[in-house]
């Protein structure tokens, strides 16, 4: 079992650290669903140390850092919006997965929703990661809708819409 910390994401050194970790999860995780050439270019686009800087310092995006036994296990990534939050990015690594860390991570924000008086947390998932929409079911979390997103260099995400009440 896991003692299990979220600490938010606010240097330089964390920002690195949080990109690395993206890059290993997301060619672990994603390359079987959607490809190599699409992974790569989704880490540089969204995941990589510039594009979360700027998520953070111009986008009004949070991160948090996933310490399980203080090693870096997972992190998320959050906007807040009318009165919801996006939840853009929850991401474990598979050495800690099956270990509750969703769980934790989900209780966290539960518990900033309700802090921040944000009435949902709201998020998209590949309609063909199965072991992460099932996770999102148990976890609470039901498809509301679905959308394809064009995210430019002839790639979309192909998604459903998912929430979960406060």
Request: net charge negative; hydrophobic share 40%; aromatic share 12%.
């Amino acid at each position: 079992m896991f003692v299990t910390r979220i600490i938010a994401v606010e240097t330089d050194e964390q920002i690195r650290e949080t990109a690395d970790l993206a890059s290993q999860i997301w060619r672990q995780h994603f390359t079987p669903i959607i490809g190599k050439d699409q992974v790569e270019y989704m880490l540089t686009k969204f995941q990589s140390y510039s594009a979360i800087k700027a998520q953070i310092e111009q986008d009004g995006y949070e991160y948090f850092q996933c310490l399980a036994n203080g090693v870096l296990a997972g992190y998320a990534g959050i906007h807040e919006k009318d009165h919801a939050l996006f939840l853009s990015k929850l991401y474990i690594h598979e050495q800690f997965r099956g270990y509750h860390l969703a769980t934790e991570a989900l209780k966290f924000l539960v518990a900033l929703c309700k802090t921040r008086g944000l009435n949902c947390i709201w998020l998209t998932c590949n309609k063909h990661n199965d072991t992460t929409l099932a996770i999102y079911d148990h976890l609470g979390f039901r498809i509301v809708d679905e959308q394809v997103a064009d995210i430019g260099n002839g790639f979309v995400m192909d998604d459903y819409i998912l929430m979960y009440e406060i």
